[in-house]
């Protein structure tokens, strides 16, 4: 079954710290991974895909299939990356369903 | 460009009371989906409609029931609301992959408090 997991629900960091969000997926075929962000009051927001191998605010994400995770860096945490993160696994082979996972809420202290 | 809209925002319902929570998308999108979210359990995936005219359940049916309207609306009704489905609700729908000319992501509404009583 595809599943995936988020093992922090919070992760408290400093200004200027690196960061690394965890993200492990359970999946048997060919997996396409997304993080999405969700800031105060706003809604859901695509962060990066792994399709596309960018850096976006700075964040990076690489999938590796040998450890099935997809965890979310960036070098220098800045406050505004205060958001709650979401890792998401989509499934093109069941109607393209995505899964997400539980949440890290990341908060950067000043 | 509105994209997803969810109405309401807000609701209070007491136990056994029904209500529909309303989904409009104006990207043409073919896939739409409804969310809940609680504390510690991230998305759980509810409904899901691939394109106008179907609809399937996903983790989490009970309770509930959609009706893809049109291509643009995907509607989501609790016939008999229970305290368990205190919860805030996000509707999205997807752009179509590389070969439609989209990135495959899902685009959320605002989301929907609805609190059982």
């Known amino acids: 079954a595809q599943r995936v997991t988020q093992p922090e629900k919070l992760l408290s960091v400093f200004k200027g710290a690196p960061v690394e969000l965890k993200c492990n997926y359970s999946?048997?075929?060919?997996?396409?991974l997304f993080w999405y962000v969700q800031y105060s009051r706003q809604r859901l927001q695509l962060l990066l895909r792994?399709?596309s191998r960018e850096s976006i605010k700075g964040f990076t994400a690489d999938l590796n299939k040998g450890e099935t995770s997809f965890h979310l860096k960036k070098p220098f945490a800045q406050e505004e990356d205060s958001a709650m993160y979401y890792c998401?696994?989509?499934?093109?082979?069941?109607?393209?369903?995505?899964?997400f996972g539980s949440g890290t809420k990341l908060n950067v202290k000043p | 460009n509105a994209g997803v809209t969810q109405t309401p925002k807000f609701q209070v319902l007491k136990t056994g009371q029904s209500m529909t929570l309303q989904c409009a998308q104006d990207?043409?999108?073919?896939?739409m989906y409804w969310y809940r979210q609680d504390p510690g359990m991230g998305l759980r995936l509810i409904y899901y409609?691939?394109?106008?005219?179907?609809?399937d359940k996903g983790e989490v049916p009970n309770g509930y029931n959609v009706s893809r309207l049109n291509k643009r609306e995907f509607s989501l009704r609790l016939e008999s609301a229970a305290p368990s489905q205190t919860s805030v609700y996000f509707c999205?729908?997807?752009?179509?992959?590389?070969?439609?000319?989209?990135?495959?992501?899902?685009?959320f509404g605002e989301g929907s408090r609805l609190t059982v009583l």
């Open positions: 999205a729908s997807r752009s179509s992959g590389a070969s439609g000319g989209g990135t495959g992501e899902l685009f």
């Open positions: 999946y048997s075929g060919s997996p396409e």
């Open positions: 792994h399709i």
């Open positions: 998401a696994l989509r499934v093109r082979d069941n109607f393209n369903k995505f899964y």
């Open positions: 990207m043409n999108h073919n896939s």
């Open positions: 409609s691939a394109s106008e005219g179907t609809t």
